[in-house]
């Protein structure tokens, strides 16, 4: 096979200029080698198909999935829970001492804890008590009525001095917590019922609360 000078052949065709980097090389010019095999390596990446992380296909939703946020957990609009600060105003969260009067006497003592989920449950010493001395628990629902202010109304059930089911009741509360976060103060409306419903006794009066701590 013939070669022209500064050609190399492969097969029957010819690469002009070959030839004479090989000769330069032998000359100590090895740079043009480098230079040609450098472009050589930037034409076979520049032709591979780019599919980098950051370019990879979007995958095609199904039915039912409208958009990049489809995946995020819905809920339905809620009030703001109590637990925390809206307008930079005291929370009634927590444990408390309450005491419930009426006519400058004490009417009614108990415990109460509120939730952050609008329920309530106190523990109380208003009579009659049941026979076996525990105390009455009842449950209780709330919602926040303004700044630091609250409404709740909490059903319970009356017993006789047996402890036999004479009947049921309801508190209603209006609330408003100081500034500390430490105590609050309101008024509540205390209504007792038969078993058949009819209004055995309703009592108005003012409450005061002040928080129980760990310390």
Known sequence: ?????????????????????RR???????SRIML??????????????AFGACNAPTPTLGAGFSGPHAFE??????ETAPGTKQDDDASIVGFWHVLFVTGGQVFDEGYDQWHSDWTEILNDTAPPQPANGTGTICLG???KTGPRTYKSKHPFWSFDATGTLAGTGVILEN???????NDYTGSF???TYDLNGNVTSDTKGELKAKRITVD
């Open 141 to 143: 629902v709330y919602k």
């Open 36 to 49: 040609m095999l450098t472009i050589l390596a930037c034409g076979a990446v520049l032709s591979a198909p």
């Open 175 to 181: 609330l408003i917590v100081d500034h500390s976060g």
């Open 1 to 21: 096979m013939n070669q022209e000078r500064g050609t190399a052949g492969i097969g029957r065709y010819t690469i002009p200029g070959v030839g004479g980097l």
């Open 24 to 30: 330069s090389s032998q000359r100590g010019h090895p």
């Open 73 to 78: 957990m819905q809920t339905p609009a809620q």
């Open 189 to 191: 409306e205390w209504i």
